[in-house]
């Protein structure tokens, strides 16, 4: 009787996920897949491995004693994998991240240029939708999206430090209109209101001293996008609430002056985020170690 090694894992895997669905999601393979691996083994051994009911699985004594000898053995294996991995001359194949178009806008020079031109025989490819997908359904190596919209079942990986969020309007504007003093004047102001990728039109966030709110503010203008937004703050359109980074030159240049600074508080930046397996691809595990020494050098979140 012989069990490949998919058959190996993925006992293993429903042995310490304790359920088929977690262990799928580990391992990135099908619940269907998963359970016909394991059947298949249990059919060529002749015992059951796992008692399975409605509301659980769980190891037989077989399954036990099965386990416990076989863990040890499959460890050995991926340690002696991964450490041939290491001394491969050059990843190959295509990386592929589903992210947004503002967060591939920060990481696209800093680190997938970076990436590429260290791994020359990779290719990369970068899917960018406003809402978030599966990406271990739809077929990604990983996600890059701040760090509160990740699943919670993700293995995460910070990008960059925080993000802070500023209300900007043109020199022009505030000539005009005059400059909010308190987010309730925002109620006598012109604003570019952002319709997100759920079809929601978004409530601009506040939060000074313990007191946090949002407001869903006056404006005839609605866009979808962040570079129409500062296009049209510019143009004297309006105000608009944009992040930091995408201002920061702006106003150092007088284009765009900002107000309620002291109600924008900065959030959780970008982070790579995937599902957990045992053992990381090479190409994604290069593009962790980027990462990694991309914030140890320098700060990322500042330099984009």
Known sequence: M?????ELEAV???????????????LGISSS???QQIASLETRMGVRLFNRSTR??????????FVASVGPALEAIRNAVEHVDEHRAEATGTLRI????????????????EYMRRNPQMAVEIVTEGALVDVNAKG???????????????VVVPIGDSIRPTIVGSVEYFRR??????????????????RMASGAIYRWEFERRGESFALDVPGKLVLDDSDLMLRA????????????????????????????????PPYPGLCLYYPGRRNLPAKLRRFVDLIHESRESSDLGRSV
């Open 2 to 6: 012989r069990g490949s090694l998919a």
């Open 12 to 26: 293993l895997a429903v042995s310490s996920q304790g359920g088929f669905r977690a262990a799928a999601r580990e």
């Open 33 to 35: 897949s998963l359970s």
């Open 56 to 65: 659980s699985v769980v190891l037989s004594a077989a399954g036990e004693q």
């Open 98 to 113: 589903n992210t947004s178009v503002g967060a591939t806008r920060m990481v696209l020079t800093p680190l997938i240029l």
């Open 140 to 154: 990604f190596d990983a996600g890059i999206r701040i760090r509160e919209a990740v699943p919670p079942d993700m």
């Open 177 to 194: 209109h005059g400059r909010p003093e308190l987010p309730a004047d925002l109620q006598n102001h012109m604003c570019i209101r952002a």
């Open 233 to 264: 703050a510019r143009d004297g359109a309006g105000l608009a609430y944009l992040n930091e980074w995408q201002v920061a030159d702006d106003i150092a240049e007088g284009r765009l002056e900002q107000v309620l600074a002291d109600w924008t």
